[in-house]
Structures are given as C-alpha cells and as structure tokens.
C-alpha cells in the first residue's frame, strides 16, 4: 500500500550542490528531534515513513518524495529554503 500511494507522487532527488538529507539531518540535531521522533511526528500528519527510510534519505542513500518532504518542512518548522540549501 505504501509504494501505491507514492505512485503518482514525484521523488525529489538531491545534486551535487544540495543535499536535502544533509539538510534535514542538520536542522532536526539542531532542534534536538531524534529520527523516531521525527517519524512520529510525521506519522500525525498522516505522512508514512519508517525510520530505516529517514536514516536512507539523511544519508542519501534513498530521494525523499514531495509530500515527505513537506511533513519534514513541517515538522521541523522551517523552510524549503534552509531544506533546499
């Protein structure tokens, strides 16, 4: 059911001049929200993801789709800029 949902969805990938997953990573330590935290927090919005997932897409291991990477806006309280940066 998960992959189906994100069907449609576009993934949202990282360049060699921005790391969305560094991005995240850096930004949660700085509010001291742990990964499970974060995925719970996500999971209130009705946003699917496991942990295993946000480690991969910190790392870059794994691209981040659209919708995720609202929750994460969201979630964390800032912005596409500082996530884009």
Known sequence: ???RLY???????S??????GKNI?????A???GQTELVR????QG????RESLVK??????????????GIRDALQTTYDELLK
């Open 7 to 13: 069907m449609d969805e576009q993934k949202i990938k």
């Open 41 to 44: 927090l996500l999971d209130l």
């Open 57 to 70: 897409i910190e790392s870059g291991k794994q691209h981040i789709y659209a919708s995720q990477l609202r």
């Open 15 to 20: 360049d060699s001049h921005i790391s969305i």
């Open 47 to 50: 946003i699917s993801m496991t």
């Open 25 to 29: 990573r850096e930004i949660r330590m």
């Open 1 to 3: 059911m998960f992959e």
């Open 31 to 33: 509010r001291n929200i």
